[in-house]
C-alpha cells in the first residue's frame, strides 16, 4: 500500500491536467464552498471520500480560465499514475475558527497483488519451483493447488 498526502495528490493531479489537455495549469486551488454538503459537517470539520464522487475539491487555474476540478477527476488522474489499484481518496476541510477551511488531502493506494491463479497455472509454478530447488515456494504453491483441486 501506498499513503499520499495532500502535495503527493497535488503534484499527479497537476501533472496529469497538463498532460491531457495539454496545457500547463499555474495552480490548484482547494475549494470549501460546500453548502450543498452541510450535512457532513461533523464538529467544524468536513469529510469527503469516495462517496462523494461528484464533488468539486478545487479550481484549475489557467492562463486564461479557472476550470473546476472533481473528485471523480481526482481518482481518475491516481487511477493513471497507480494502475491496477483501488484508491480511497479522503478531502477534509477545517472550519473551525481561524482555521477557513484549510484543505488537506490523504489516499491509500492499495494494489492487487496477489492473482486468481488456476491449478493448471500453480502446477507450472511448481514445476520452476522444483527447478528453482525452492522448497518454500514449492511448499506454498502445493498448498495453493490441494485447497483448489480438493
Not at 469527503?48 to 473546476?68: E, T
Not at 479522503?90 to 475558527?97: I, N, P, Q, V
Request: with cysteine; net charge negative.
Amino acid at each position: 500500500m501506498i499513503r499520499l498526502d495532500t502535495q503527493d495528490i497535488v503534484n499527479i493531479t497537476m501533472k496529469q491536467i497538463a498532460g491531457i489537455f495539454k496545457m500547463e495549469p499555474l495552480e490548484l486551488r482547494f475549494v470549501n464552498d460546500f453548502r450543498g454538503e452541510q450535512y457532513l459537517l461533523t464538529n467544524d470539520k468536513l469529510h469527503l471520500s469516495n462517496q462523494q464522487y461528484w464533488a468539486k475539491v478545487m479550481d484549475c487555474v489557467f492562463d486564461n480560465h479557472v476550470r473546476p476540478v472533481l473528485m471523480c477527476e481526482v481518482l481518475y488522474f491516481l487511477r493513471n499514475e497507480f494502475m491496477e489499484s483501488d484508491i480511497k481518496l479522503k478531502f477534509s476541510y477545517d472550519f473551525a475558527e481561524g482555521a477557513n477551511g484549510l484543505a488537506t488531502a490523504t489516499a491509500e493506494v492499495c494494489f492487487n497483488d496477489s492473482p486468481e491463479l488456476q491449478p493448471a497455472e500453480i502446477a507450472e509454478l511448481i514445476d520452476f519451483a522444483l527447478a528453482l530447488q525452492d522448497k518454500n515456494w514449492f511448499e506454498e504453491l502445493t498448498a495453493k493447488y490441494k485447497q483448489l483441486t480438493a
